[in-house]
C-alpha cells in the first residue's frame, strides 16, 4: 500500500486537472474519521491541545478575532508556505479541514471528561495511537496535506519528518504561549511523541506520507 492506493480502482474522483482513485478517497476519508476520534480524545481528557491549536488561541486571544477565522488565516498561511516548498495543496487539503472539524465536535459531544486525573492520562495515552494512525492513513492516500502537516512536510529534506512535525507543534506552542494562550502536559506530549508515533505508524501500515508528487490515478 506504500502508493497510496494510486491506480487501485477504476472508480475516480475528479478534482481539477487532478483524478484521485476510489482506495485514495477511502483512505483520505478514512483516516481523517480516525484523526477526528483521535483529536476529540485528546481535548477530553482535558490536558492541553496540541501545538497548531495553541497558535490559533493565541491570535484568536491577542488579536480579537474569532478562532474560526484566525484557524483559517493560519491554514493558509501554512498552506501556502508548503506550496512554495512544492508540497502541493489538493482535495484532501480542504477535507482534512472539514471531516477533521466535524468528527471532532461528534466525538466530544459522545465524550465527557473523566473526574479522576489517571482517567484523563489513560485517555491521552489512548488518543496518540488513533492520532498517529489518522495522520498516517489520510497522508498516505496522497491527496494533499492539511495545513500542520503541510507545513512538516516542507521541510523534510532536510529534516525528517518525525522532527519536523514536532518543531512545527512546538513552535505553534510556544507562539501561541506567548501570545496569551493555555498549554499543559498533553501540549508538550504532542511535541515530543506525535511525530516519531506517526512515523511508526506510516511503517506498520507501510504507507508513504510525502506529498511531493501531485496525487493522480493512472
Not at 475528479?14 to 481535548?43: E, K, N, P
Not at 519528518?161 to 496569551?180: C, D, I, M, R, T
Request: proline share 5%.
Amino acid at each position: 500500500m506504500p502508493d497510496g492506493g494510486r491506480g487501485a480502482s477504476a472508480i475516480a474522483c475528479h478534482a481539477g486537472d487532478v483524478t484521485y482513485s476510489a482506495r485514495q478517497i477511502v483512505m483520505l476519508l478514512c483516516g481523517c474519521v480516525v484523526l477526528g476520534i483521535g483529536v476529540g480524545m485528546f481535548l477530553t481528557a482535558d490536558l492541553g491541545s496540541d501545538g497548531y491549536s495553541t497558535l490559533v488561541n493565541g491570535i484568536a486571544i491577542s488579536t480579537g478575532l474569532a478562532f474560526w477565522i484566525a484557524n483559517l488565516l493560519v491554514g493558509i498561511a501554512l498552506v501556502t508556505m508548503a506550496a512554495a516548498r512544492r508540497v502541493r495543496p489538493g482535495l484532501g487539503t480542504v477535507v482534512q479541514v472539514v471531516l477533521v472539524g466535524l468528527t471532532v465536535t461528534a466525538t466530544l459531544d459522545v465524550l465527557s471528561t473523566p473526574d479522576p486525573l489517571v482517567w484523563r492520562v489513560l485517555l491521552l495515552a489512548a488518543a496518540f495511537p488513533v492520532l498517529a494512525v489518522g495522520v498516517a492513513v489520510y497522508l498516505g492516500s496522497h491527496t494533499g496535506a492539511g495545513p500542520a502537516e503541510a507545513a512538516a512536510l516542507a521541510w523534510d529534506p532536510p529534516i525528517a519528518f518525525k522532527w519536523s512535525y514536532s518543531a512545527v507543534q512546538g513552535g505553534g506552542a510556544l507562539v501561541g504561549w506567548l501570545l496569551g494562550a493555555t498549554i499543559g502536559p498533553g501540549t508538550i506530549a504532542v511535541i515530543v511523541l506525535l511525530g516519531p508515533a506517526v512515523d511508526l505508524a506510516s511503517r506498520v501500515l507501510r504507507v508513504d506520507v510525502h506529498q511531493d508528487e501531485p496525487a493522480a490515478a493512472q
